[in-house]
């Protein structure tokens, strides 16, 4: 397994097929961002991490070389991101179920 995070990416890159300019399309950075965070010579912000992670099949963790401790700004990202993908299927009733969850002070 590789030591770095830009190594991770690579290693999947290679299992995946698939090309530097390819992943930054999929997660929507420029390929030279991209190539940035492989080198090592920029850190993924969070929602970015996320996205990388989700287009290579693995997880925040596994590209950080991490526990499976959750990063709590990865977290709201994830769950952000998953509402976004399922609200069009929600019915009125889980939506105002989430907009209380939310607003209620417990």
């Known amino acids: 397994m590789a030591e770095t995070l830009g190594g991770r990416i690579s290693e999947l890159l290679n299992q995946y097929g698939l090309t530097q300019r390819e992943l930054a399309a999929k997660v929507g950075v420029t390929e ?9 010579e920029r ?4 929602p970015i991490l996320a996205n990388i992670a ?9 590209l950080l070389n991490q ?14 991101r998953a509402i976004a993908r399922n609200a069009k ?10 907009v209380t969850a939310l607003i209620v002070d417990d």
């Not at 850190?43 to 969070?46: D, E, H, N, T, V």
């Not at 989700?54 to 596994?62: D, N, Q, R, W």
């Not at 499976?68 to 769950?79: C, G, I, N, W």
Request: hydrophobic share 25%; net charge neutral; no cysteine.
């Open 32 to 40: 030279v961002s991209m190539s940035r965070y492989i080198k090592g």
């Open 43 to 46: 850190s993924p912000r969070g």
């Open 54 to 62: 989700a287009a290579l099949h693995t997880t925040p963790e596994y």
């Open 67 to 80: 526990e499976a401790e959750e990063d709590s700004e990865l977290v709201y990202y994830r769950t952000q």
């Open 89 to 98: 299927n929600w019915t009125k009733k889980q939506k105002a179920d989430l």
